[in-house]
């Protein structure tokens, strides 16, 4: 059975940085490709980005590449995310799922994070 927690969210102000960390267990990074997705009031749950277990290969959606940075590190079995120039309309619930295929079709998902851009 898969067990994942998040932690690193928070406040942080428009154009700050923040760094989302996911711990893993029951599942190797190597077999099993890793999503982050958010959910904000009122909008719907969008997959922010993916990142392979075959290869590492990562996959954004529009409105954050080139902010954000998925990455895993398979000794200690966690991914991060890396949000650079945070806006106010990142401010999200955040998620880490498996997302096997980075199909978008989530198996397993954390608890969630909270994450608050605002001045």
């Known amino acids: 059975q898969v067990h994942l927690v998040e932690s690193g969210g928070g406040l942080v102000q428009p154009g700050g940085s923040l760094r989302l960390s996911c711990a893993v267990s029951?599942?190797?990074?190597?077999?099993?490709?890793m999503a982050w997705f958010r959910q904000a009031p009122g909008k719907e749950r969008e997959e922010v980005s993916c990142?392979?277990?075959?290869?590492?290969?990562?996959d954004y959606s529009r409105s954050v590449k080139g902010r954000f940075t998925m990455s895993r590190d398979k000794a200690k079995n966690t991914v991060s995310l890396q949000m650079n120039m945070l806006k106010p309309e990142d401010t999200a619930i955040y998620y880490c799922?498996?997302?096997?295929?980075?199909?978008?079709?989530?198996?397993?998902w954390g608890q969630g994070i909270h994450v608050t851009v605002s001045s």
């Open positions: 990142i392979r277990g075959s290869d590492g290969s990562t």
């Open positions: 029951g599942e190797t990074l190597d077999y099993f490709g």
């Open positions: 799922a498996t997302d096997k295929w980075c199909s978008g079709e989530f198996g397993s």
